[in-house]
């Protein structure tokens, strides 16, 4: 179970990612990546420290005021740049972080290959983003009643967070065995799956309890 990362505010939010995920370092970690929303929806994320994210972000740093950030440990798949999260939907609508293990992630995958979504990592995680994009699908919910939705579904343990192309203003996040910090600034959000990476910015935090989801609007 490795660190999550979020931020809306009304400047851009990529420092603030990077370097919660610094400050999310000392836990360990395999892999790095965010997702920032900026018009569209965009991920970087790559096997290796978060300098070196860092460094390949700088020839053209993306900008956005709503974002999510994860380091990996992994437990299912590789430690590689496919399996690093966030992992995108099929239609690139929306991103997903996840600390945890999803434990019937082999029957979900399963039922959605023959769906026919196609997989594009090992991860338990990319399981639960098709199965959101699935539930979506079939029930015509918002993405969030999809994700409150969908996480019944699932065995095992998270903390998620997500961002979506489609709504720049909003950020969603859950938990379930996995912890999860909301931190409230001055018209802005910062969450963190501890407290090192938001303690800088606010000292008003609001802890999860399991089985809590928020869904954060600018
Ligand atoms: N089970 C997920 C994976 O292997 C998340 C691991 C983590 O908590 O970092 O990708």
């Given at each position: 179970m490795c660190g999550i990362v979020g931020a809306v505010s009304t400047s851009n939010i990529v420092p603030v990612l990077v370097q919660g995920l610094q400050r999310l370092e000392y836990r360990g970690y395999d892999s790095a990546g965010i997702a920032v929303v900026d018009g569209t929806l965009s991920v970087f994320k790559q096997q290796g420290k978060v300098g070196e994210l860092a460094q390949s972000l700088s020839g053209g740093p993306p900008?956005?005021?709503?974002?999510?950030?994860?380091?990996?440990?992994a437990t299912h798949g590789h430690p590689n740049d496919e399996n690093a999260h966030p992992h995108l939907s099929a239609d690139g609508s929306f991103a997903l972080v996840h600390n945890g293990i999803i434990e019937n992630y082999g029957a979900i995958r399963e039922r959605l290959i023959r769906k026919g979504y196609e997989f594009r990592s090992q991860t338990d995680t990319e399981a639960l983003v098709h199965l959101i994009d699935d539930v979506r699908d079939v029930t015509g919910l918002t993405l969030a009643e999809s994700i409150r939705l969908a996480l019944t579904q699932v065995v095992g343990t998270y903390g998620i967070a997500v961002v979506s192309g489609d709504n720049p203003d909003r950020l969603i996040a859950?938990?379930?065995?996995s912890p999860l910090i909301l931190g409230v600034g001055d018209g802005e959000y910062f969450l963190g799956s501890d407290a090192a990476p938001i303690i800088e910015y606010t000292r008003q935090v609001v802890y999860l309890n399991d089985g809590e989801m928020i869904v954060v609007d600018r």
């Open positions: 900008a956005g005021t709503l974002g999510i950030g994860h380091t990996r440990w859950a938990r379930k065995g």
